[in-house]
């Protein structure tokens, strides 16, 4: 029998692939094929739709699973790059949206079309950015201008409409659509409908194990017997279209409208009777299927053929559910032509109740009626959206719906907006807590609001700032500051004792007050007022000591100035200066000038203490503010003198000085061939033969002419000199570069760029020429010329005694040589090559060991022999010719600046190698 089933699967599915039109592979399956896989077994009808579909390029289709009218692009059809681009969901308007329009003038405006433009009040108005809801149809309305529906539309599309509008014709427009989340009553969706969208899980019935005992034959069922004892036999044996089963060695049995259990104990009846000494089991094999229709308000109605054990859930899930205007709660089963059952699918969401969720029979009909009488819940529930009510329902049964109230829900601020006999809306307020209330019977189109807890604490004070376990703690009658914090180990390292700030806030009124407290003293004594009472809702903040803490005072600061008005002043007072924490504080009853020392964090090392001054401002005669200074003897503050200790009023300001000379602590370094080198502190106005005193003054081999002073003050005005060279020297070139070409210019601009890349890598030293040859050599106690006053960061770089002469710049050879007495300038130019053609030799000069320069006698080369004396560790400077470059002046003084430059600077080098 199998076998032969099988066969005539085999012959029906390639005639159901050829008999498929070239349009049905696309609109689903044509009356003839539903006959023929009807007409196959249930196994054989599901292979037969897994081979169609595949035929179709697509899912395979299970039992009772419509076609849906798709078309489809396969990717293998898109390019790579084209088919791995994600898809993106164009934006469109719908009813409430938020748009962002910014219409701005045309640029193309005349100035009378701009004048008449800038004088129509409503245009106008109109220009700019703002932000606009449409109404819920998706109409804009704009003042002055008839509504414009925008409903669907993309931002370009909104743009192209807006812009059609006659009097919008001077706008250039640009549109914008928010994507909002919508919240409270706007984000409230209808309850349950949720349930038919697509996802893993279905109301399929399973197709395996035993069937109900209730289960309905008919044909199409098969039904598999086993006969033991005298007679076996396995037999799998279907329901013929006449509802009759032909059992071997029983006969024809009636069995369709017999449930299994009624077919079952039929069948073992006949088997005692007939078939003495044999036993028989009756099970079910494939089940049959059937055809339902779903209609009404679902998203797709029609006919489906379901599994026999199909339920009217089942079925509403293949046609995709029940539509927004499709009831929940009125689900009608219709068996030949009456009403068999009703539905509600508010049983099986809330109460998991699966009673009424009938099994269906062929030709039954399943119809939603539209949707009856809604509520809306919103606020402190457990599930708020939108319910649908069957007859009369108080409030008790819509919270019920709901889920229940939330923990922080305040049931006795409950309100209900509702539509008074279709005219006005009204709304009634409600104590949901009440029995009264609970009753109270609820309208269509009513919106029930549960509303929370007010969110701040009660009968708690807060602990912030620098402690280990900020939070809210339970307050007490009584509770003083030292109840809160127990020691200060509650405190976080570097967290300040003496200065804890409390906001305090009146119930009555809400206004801030503050009040500062010194847990240090509290600590010591508990008993005493240092130990500050503590109310309910204080936030007691302490500080950390080492950090600023206007970032936590200056939002009490807003507070207090948000509260002043005439005749209450805005109650601050600031500290600058020599304090840890200098800046604005709260003005306390009673304050005075120690307790705001005490609140900028006490004195700083540096304060002045003998004396400070407070700047107080008044209002004369109601006219104009004047400012009064007060000087407050600070000694006597800090000595515990009440009297000294003045009380401030609003906007004083209390400044402490700095102790004079506080920042003269200044060193200098001592390098080289000192007897004692290293970092000294020195004292204002000490000098450079002093600390050479103090350093044990030079050594044997300290060449004192070459030493070098370098202070920072020196170096940045150098570097500044040098960067406005470099800018002159830019321009230089610039104008050069617009003369007209020639080997002269052509010439000038290669020197001068060599010349301006130098100098721009050139770094300033800072050098200082000395003679502290003179300087150490000199009497204690005597004035000196050369005498220098020492600054903050000074260094001195004392050489070892130079025994070379130097020479650079246009000679044939840059060298230096062994010092050799009697021998000139020119000797030692002679001895490098002597002179390049570009050399000037009216401005050779010389640089000494000390920084000091030589001028030449400008006299021509190998004349008259030059005079100046050649010493150790001199450096002989041989210029570059500019007379033929231009401008000479400027570019003269660069050769010089960068010779000097390097000099100085293989000076500094020669003590750090």
């Known amino acids: 029998m199998n076998k032969i089933k099988a066969i005539i699967a085999a012959s029906v599915i390639p005639l159901l692939l050829i008999a498929v039109p070239a349009g049905a592979q696309s609109t689903g399956l044509t009356p003839q094929q539903e006959l023929m896989i009807n007409s196959l077994p249930p196994a054989q009808r599901q292979q037969a739709l897994e081979a169609l579909q595949q035929n179709k390029s697509g899912p395979a289709l299970r039992v009772g699973e419509r076609v849906q009218e798709t078309v489809d692009t396969p990717s293998s059809a898109l390019s790579p790059a084209i088919a791995s681009f994600p898809v993106v969901e164009t934006l469109r308007v719908s009813a409430n949206s938020r748009l962002v329009v910014n219409f701005t003038p045309k640029e193309s405006l005349s100035n009378n079309e701009l004048q008449e433009l800038q004088a129509d009040r409503t245009l106008s108005r109109l220009s700019g950015s703002r932000t606009y809801v449409l109404d819920d149809n998706g109409v804009l309305s704009l003042l002055g201008i008839q509504s414009i529906p925008l409903l669907g539309l993309t931002e370009p599309d909104i743009e192209r409409r807006l812009g059609a509008e006659s009097l919008l014709s001077a706008f250039d427009i640009d549109a914008r659509i928010l994507e909002t989340q919508p919240t409270g009553v706007e984000a409230l969706k209808p309850f349950g409908y949720d349930i038919f969208e697509p996802k893993e899980a279905s109301f399929d019935p399973p197709m395996t194990g035993p069937v109900p005992p209730d289960y309905i034959l008919g044909p199409g069922d098969t039904v598999r017997v086993q006969l033991f004892g005298n007679v076996n036999g396995i037999y799998e044996i279907d329901v013929t279209r006449d509802g009759i089963l032909n059992i ?391 000595s515990g003198n009440m009297s000294a200790d003045l009380v401030l009023q609003e906007h004083d300001n209390l400044r402490i000085s700095k102790v004079p000379e506080w920042d003269s602590l200044w060193a200098v370094q001592l390098e080289g061939e000192v007897t004692f080198p290293g970092r000294y502190r020195i004292r204002g106005g000490e000098t450079l033969r002093q600390i050479l005193d103090r350093a044990g003054g030079l050594t044997d081999d300290a060449f004192p002419e070459g030493a070098v002073f370098l202070r920072e003050a020196l170096r940045q005005r150098e570097q500044e000199q040098l960067e406005v060279l470099a800018r002159r020297m830019q321009a230089d070139l610039n104008s050069l570069s617009l003369e007209n070409r020639n080997e002269s210019n052509e010439e000038s601009m290669r020197i001068g760029q060599s010349l301006l890349a130098q100098l721009e890598e050139t770094e300033a030293v800072g050098r200082l020429v000395v003679d502290l040859e003179q300087v150490s050599v000199a009497a204690p106690d005597t004035d000196i010329v050369g005498d220098v006053e020492l600054r903050d960061g000074d260094q001195i770089l004392v050489p070892k005694r130079a025994q070379e002469v130097t020479v650079i710049g246009e000679t044939q050879q840059n060298t230096s040589h062994l010092f050799q007495q009697g021998l000139s300038r020119d000797d030692y130019i002679q001895m490098s090559g002597g002179l390049t053609r570009r050399a000037d030799k009216q401005l050779i000069y010389v640089v000494r060991a000390s920084g000091a320069v030589i001028a030449g006698n400008r006299s021509k080369w190998f004349g008259r022999r030059n005079n100046a004396e050649i010493r150790p560790g001199d450096t002989i400077v041989v210029p570059l010719e500019t007379n033929r470059i231009r401008p000479l002046t400027l570019w003269t003084g660069v050769t010089q600046i960068l010779y000097q430059a390097a000099i100085a600077l293989a000076a500094v080098d020669s003590f750090n190698d």
């Open 248 to 638: 071997p060695e029983i006969g024809p049995v009636t069995v369709a409208n017999l449930s299994f259990s009624e077919f079952r104990e039929d069948v073992n009846r006949r088997v005692r009777e007939m078939l003495i000494g044999t036993q028989v089991s009756v099970t079910m094999g494939q089940l049959r299927t059937i055809r339902i229709f779903v209609l009404g308000d679902v998203n797709r109605p029609g006919s489906y053929v379901v599994d026999s054990l199909a339920t009217i859930s089942s079925a509403l899930y293949r046609s995709g559910g029940i539509s927004r205007i499709g009831s929940l709660r009125d689900i009608q089963l219709k068996r030949r032509g009456n009403v068999a059952a009703r539905l509600d699918l508010y049983d099986l969401l809330l109460k998991g109740d699966t009673s009424g969720d009938n099994r269906l029979q062929p030709g039954d009909v399943i119809f939603v009626t539209p949707i009856g009488s809604q509520v809306s819940v919103t606020g402190a529930v457990k599930r708020p959206a939108i319910y649908e009510i069957r007859g009369r329902a108080d409030i008790d049964d819509v919270i019920t719906m709901a889920g229940g109230l939330l923990p922080d829900a305040y049931p006795d601020g409950a309100r209900i907006e509702r539509i008074e006999a279709g005219q006005e809306r009204i709304v009634i307020s409600v104590d949901a807590d009440s029995p009264a209330a609970a009753a109270m019977a609820v309208n269509a189109g009513d919106l029930l609001m549960i509303p929370s807890i007010l969110p701040e604490f009660e009968r708690v004070v807060t602990l912030s700032g620098h402690v280990h376990r900020p939070g809210p703690y339970q307050w007490q009658p009584g509770m003083r500051l030292t109840d809160l914090v127990e020691s200060a180990l509650a405190l976080k390292p570097g967290g300040d004792l003496n200065y804890l700030l409390i906001r305090r806030e009146d119930p009555r009124n809400r206004k801030v007050s503050v009040v500062s407290a010194n847990l240090a003293a509290a600590l010591v004594d508990p008993n005493s007022e240092a130990n500050t009472a503590l109310q309910a809702r204080d936030t007691v903040q302490v500080f950390n000591a080492a950090f600023g803490r206007q970032r936590v005072i200056q939002p009490i600061l807003e507070e207090l100035q948000l509260q002043s008005q005439h005749g209450e002043p805005y109650t601050e007072v600031s500290i600058t200066g020599q304090v840890k924490a200098s800046g604005s504080y709260p003005l306390e009853s009673g304050m005075r000038v120690s307790d705001l020392i005490r609140a900028g964090g006490n004195l700083a090392e540096q304060a002045y203490t003998l004396k400070a001054e407070i700047a107080r401002y008044a209002i004369s005669g109601g006219q104009f503010r004047n400012t009064e200074v007060i000087d407050i003897d600070l000694d006597a503050i800090l």
